[in-house]
């Protein structure tokens, strides 16, 4: 709708005005139309059946004085009536009208880029209060939604600086003749090449899992078996770097979800574990039916995180510090992942941890089947 367009015409509440000055009118009329037309042949029925005597031209003038003075008492009760309304009628068409100018002007601002106006409870009733207050939560979630945004498209130029400036300075390298296509160089180039790919991957199935729009194959399956096999796929790495992994799985029935992506959550979540948890040490994947879900914990005894990290580390590329940062490989947003998709499948996941030092432990809960 154009500016041109938006401007033609009364404003609402002239319109609403103009509609209860109408509704008013035609009621008042009909009320004097009845009166007028019942009221006097009421009035001479009530006079025969009181059986008094009147000559007819006493009568006739009695009959004309009820008429003339119900006539006369009505319309200036209507008048009266008309006038009260009206007068209410604008009042509240005017406080209606000023409580929509303020949303749409509001609105006007939002457009504008400033998330942070709000509207205030006109106090017209329970409705307009739950009005103002939805639209002062979606103000308040699409300026949340536009920090985020920034942040996002920081965190996400910061993360593919290094690699690109990998990539620049090695070609820069190759072209002066300085370095030499070798293995060597092209493992550098591969391995940052690499990383601009997972990068891509993991914002897009973050960003298709938080939307509702990826693709799940949900199936009956043992609990159990996606926790041992995401055990087993990770061993190797663990046995090469020195750290101990334990499994200890408990009965815990069927889990009706997308085997490979739980499985992927918690393969993520016990490669996260071994790249904090120093040589020596142990991380520990248990498998437990609680109540109506089944739990999966995976605890390590390494780095530990402080207490003001654990709620903002399922945020997309949130960075505890330098000892969780991006020289251990990871893109910055697994855990957002593994967040986005356990809560597709219904179910959730939360971090604790006893402070730095004392490791950290990260718990799957799903629905049982």
């Not at 601002?109 to 002062?136: K, S, W």
């Not at 069927?254 to 993520?268: E, F, M, T």
Request: proline residues 3%; contains cysteine.
């Amino acid at each position: 709708m154009t500016r041109g367009t938006a401007g033609r015409g009364p404003r609402f509440g002239t319109r609403l005005l103009l509609a209860q000055s109408l509704v008013l009118v035609a009621g008042a009329l009909t009320i004097w139309l009845v009166a007028s037309a019942v009221g006097p042949s009421i009035f001479h029925d009530h006079l025969e059946q009181a059986g008094v005597a009147h000559s007819e031209e006493e009568t006739q003038h009695v009959e004309e004085a009820f008429a003339s003075a119900l006539l006369v008492s009505v319309s200036v009760a209507l008048v009266a009536a008309v006038a009260a309304a009206l007068a209410v009628s604008w009042y509240f068409s005017r406080r209606i009208q000023r409580s929509i100018g303020h949303v749409a002007e509001a609105s006007s601002q939002i457009a504008a880029g400033r998330y942070d106006t709000h509207v205030d409870d006109p106090g017209l009733g329970t409705e307009f209060a739950a009005l103002a207050g939805t639209y002062n939560r979606l103000a308040d979630r699409l300026e949340a939604t536009e920090a985020t945004r920034r942040q996002m498209l920081s965190d996400l130029a910061h993360e593919m600086r290094t690699p690109l400036a990998t990539i620049d300075a090695h070609l820069e390298a190759l072209e002066d003749g300085v370095r030499h296509l070798d293995s060597d160089t092209v493992t550098v180039l591969r391995s940052s090449t690499h990383r601009l790919r997972r990068l891509a991957e993991d914002i897009g199935a973050v960003s298709h899992a938080e939307e509702g729009v990826l693709r799940l194959d949900p199936r009956p399956v043992d609990a159990t078996t996606i926790a041992a096999a995401a055990a087993d796929t990770a061993r190797d790495r663990y046995q090469s770097k020195g750290v101990r992994l334990d499994v200890d799985l408990h009965p815990a029935g069927l889990v009706n979800v997308d085997a490979d992506r739980v499985g992927q959550v918690l393969g993520n979540l016990i490669d996260n574990a071994l790249r904090h948890t120093p040589d020596g040490s142990s991380v520990t994947v248990t498998c437990r039916r609680v109540d109506h879900w089944v739990e999966y914990v995976v605890a390590d005894t390494g780095e530990g995180i402080a207490a003001e990290h654990l709620p903002h580390l399922f945020d997309r590329f949130y960075r505890v510090g330098t000892a969780r940062d991006r020289h251990h490989g990871g893109s910055g947003i697994g855990l957002a992942i593994a967040k986005a998709l356990i809560e597709a499948h219904g179910g959730g996941i939360f971090a604790t941890s006893a402070g730095p030092g004392h490791g950290s432990t990260f718990t799957v809960r799903l629905p049982s089947a």
